[in-house]
C-alpha cells in the first residue's frame, strides 16, 4: 500500500512499506515516464518524485502513481557487476570479533552473498548494497574517519558499499577494490545504480 | 567572444538550472540557489532559459571580455561598474571590448547573478553547468586569470520577468514528516523568530532559535529531500536546504518552503532574522 505525504509544491513522496516494495515502485515510476516527473530518489521506504509545476501537479502525480501496478517483490534486473576486492581492510579484526567469527569467514560471508544495490546518496556514485546474508550486521564505526580512501568497501548494519571518492565517512572497512565507483567518462558514471546485482571477489 | 576573471569575491561560480535526472546516482539537482533573480538575470539579456551565468556571494567579482559584451545583474542591490561607472540596475548593459565590469558589495541580499548574452559555454557535466558545492560536480570555481567562452546563442525575446518584492513570514507547506513532532513544536516552528546562523552556505541555512521536540524519536530510514525543505537535526534546529542539498537526509523534514519563499530565502544573510506561515491551499 502506497502512503502519499505532502513534499512541498515540486515534490510528492511515495512510502511504502519496506525495500523491496519502494525498489519495486521506483522500477515502475522508472518504467511509467510520467509526464512532468524529471526526477526519482529510491530510498530505504520511500521514493521521492520531483516534478516540474509547470507541467504537472503533486495531486496530478498522486494519481497516476497510485494507478501503477508495480510487479510484486522481485527487484528489477539492473544487470551484474562483480568487484575484485582485497581484504586487508583496518576494521577486518573488528569486524570479525564483533561477529565472533574468523577473519577468512567474514571474507567468505562477504564474498558469497549476493548484493542488490538499494538506492544511491551519500555522494556521487555511492550505491547502498543489501544483501542476502543477514548475519553480517556490523554498528558503524563510533568515531567517524575524516578521511576514507576511493575504493574502500565498508560495511555499516545490513549495507556494504564502496567509497566513490576519497570523503569522510563510519563505515566499518573491511577492504579495498580499484574498480572505480564514479567515472565521468562513463555515459552514467556511477557503477552502482539502483536494482543492480553485485559480487564481491576476493583478489591479492 | 571570452570573458577574463580579474577577481572573484568570497564566492562566485557557475549555475544554471541544475541537472535533475541524477538522483539514482546519487547526484542532486543543484542550479541556481535563487531561482528568480537567475531566471531574471537570463531573461534581461535575452538568453533561453537554463542558460548559465555567475553566482557571485557578497560582491567583489572582476571581470572584462574582449568584445563588446551585453550583461545584467540581479539578485541584491549590488551594483555592476563598468569602468568604475554604475549602470542601471535590473537592464541589460552593453560594455565595450577591455572595460572593467565589477559588482560591488550589496547592502540588501546575498547573491548576485551576472548574464552575459551568449551564455558562459564551459563544457556541461551530466548536462548542467552548475557547481555543486556540496557533491563535488560540476565546473571548477572560476579563479582569477581564468578565461572563460562566451557562447553564440539566438537572442530570445522574454517578456520582463516580475521581481518580487515579498516581505514577512517565509511560506510553508507542512510535510512529509510534520507528524513526527509535537504539536507545540510545530506551534512554535509557526510562531517563533529564528536567526540564520553563520554557519550556512548553498547546501543549507542553519538556524538558531527554539528547538522542536519530536513526538516519534525513533531513527529516520534516509529519504530523499528537496530545496526548500525544512530538516530538523537531533539538536533541534532547523536547516533548510537550498540548491546544493544532499540527495537524501536522514532527519524527519517538518516542511517545504514554496519555491518563492526558498529564493528569498536564498538571499538572506547570517544573523538575519526569519519566521515562517502556513501557504495559503
Redesign the interface.
Known amino acids: 500500500m502506497t502512503r502519499f505525504?505532502?513534499?512541498?509544491?515540486?515534490?510528492v513522496?511515495a512510502e511504502v512499506d519496506d525495500l523491496d516494495a519502494a525498489l519495486a515502485l521506483y522500477a515502475a515510476l522508472r518504467a511509467a515516464r510520467l509526464p512532468g516527473v524529471?526526477?526519482?530518489?529510491?530510498?530505504?521506504?520511500?521514493?521521492?518524485i520531483?516534478l516540474d509545476?509547470a507541467v504537472t501537479s503533486p495531486a496530478a502525480v498522486r494519481e497516476a502513481t497510485a494507478a501503477l501496478e508495480p510487479e510484486g517483490p522481485g527487484r528489477a534486473d539492473a544487470g551484474t557487476v562483480e568487484i575484485p576486492v582485497v581484504y586487508d581492510g583496518p576494521d577486518l579484526a573488528e569486524v570479525a570479533g564483533h561477529l565472533g567469527i574468523t577473519q577468512d569467514e567474514v571474507v567468505a560471508r562477504h564474498t558469497g552473498a549476493r548484493w542488490t544495490v538499494a538506492?544511491?546518496?551519500?555522494?556521487?556514485?555511492?550505491?547502498y548494497l543489501t544483501g542476502d546474508d543477514a548475519t553480517l550486521d556490523v554498528p558503524r564505526r563510533s568515531s567517524p574517519r575524516t578521511r576514507i580512501p576511493a575504493g574502500s568497501v565498508g560495511l555499516a548494519g545490513r549495507f556494504s558499499g564502496v567509497y566513490?571518492?576519497d570523503s569522510p565517512g563510519g563505515w566499518q572497512l573491511i577492504g579495498s577494490t580499484t574498480e572505480r565507483m564514479w567515472d565521468?567518462a562513463r555515459p552514467?558514471?556511477?557503477l552502482l545504480?539502483?536494482g543492480v546485482r553485485v559480487t564481491f571477489k576476493a583478489v591479492r | 567572444m571570452r570573458m577574463t576573471i580579474v577577481r572573484t569575491g568570497p564566492m562566485t561560480v557557475l549555475k544554471d538550472a541544475g541537472r535533475p535526472g541524477h538522483a539514482h546516482q546519487g547526484v542532486a539537482p543543484s542550479g541556481a540557489v535563487d531561482r528568480g533573480a537567475y531566471a531574471r538575470a537570463n531573461a534581461l539579456v535575452g538568453n533561453p532559459p537554463g542558460t548559465a551565468v555567475l553566482e557571485c556571494t557578497l560582491g567583489g567579482l572582476r571581470v572584462s571580455f574582449d568584445e563588446p559584451a551585453v550583461l545584467a545583474l540581479t539578485g541584491t542591490d549590488a551594483v555592476l561598474t563598468v569602468d568604475g561607472t554604475p549602470a542601471a540596475p535590473e537592464q541589460p548593459t552593453t560594455v565595450p571590448a577591455g572595460a572593467v565590469v565589477a559588482v560591488t558589495m550589496p547592502r540588501r541580499g546575498l547573491r548576485s547573478y551576472l548574464a552575459v548574452r551568449g551564455g558562459i559555454d564551459v563544457a556541461p557535466v551530466l548536462g548542467s553547468r552548475s557547481t555543486d558545492q556540496l557533491a563535488g560536480v560540476g565546473p571548477a570555481r572560476p579563479a582569477p586569470g581564468d578565461v572563460l567562452p562566451i557562447g553564440e546563442l539566438p537572442v530570445v525575446e522574454t517578456r520582463a520577468l516580475p521581481i518580487s518584492d515579498r516581505q514577512g513570514p517565509l511560506e510553508v507547506d507542512l510535510g512529509p514528516r510534520d507528524d513526527w513532532f509535537t504539536a507545540e513544536a510545530i506551534e512554535t516552528f509557526l510562531s517563533a523568530e529564528y536567526t540564520v546562523s553563520h554557519a550556512s552556505n548553498s547546501v543549507g541555512l542553519r538556524l538558531d532559535g527554539p528547538p522542536l521536540a519530536r513526538s516519534r524519536t525513533e531513527e529516520l530510514p534516509s529519504e530523499g529531500v528537496v530545496r526548500g525543505a525544512v530538516q530538523v537535526p537531533p539538536d533541534g534546529r532547523p536547516i533548510i536546504f537550498q540548491a546544493d542539498h544532499p540527495v537524501t537526509g536522514g532527519y524527519p523534514v517538518v516542511a517545504v518552503l514554496t519555491p518563492e519563499a526558498a529564493d528569498r530565502a536564498a538571499q538572506l544573510r547570517p544573523g538575519a532574522p526569519i519566521r515562517f506561515t502556513r501557504a495559503p491551499g
Open positions: 505525504l505532502t513534499c512541498g509544491r515540486e515534490a513522496l524529471v526526477d526519482l530518489v529510491p530510498a530505504a521506504r520511500t521514493v521521492l520531483r509545476p538506492f544511491a546518496g551519500f555522494a556521487p556514485g555511492f550505491g566513490p571518492n565521468l552514467e558514471p556511477a545504480v539502483p
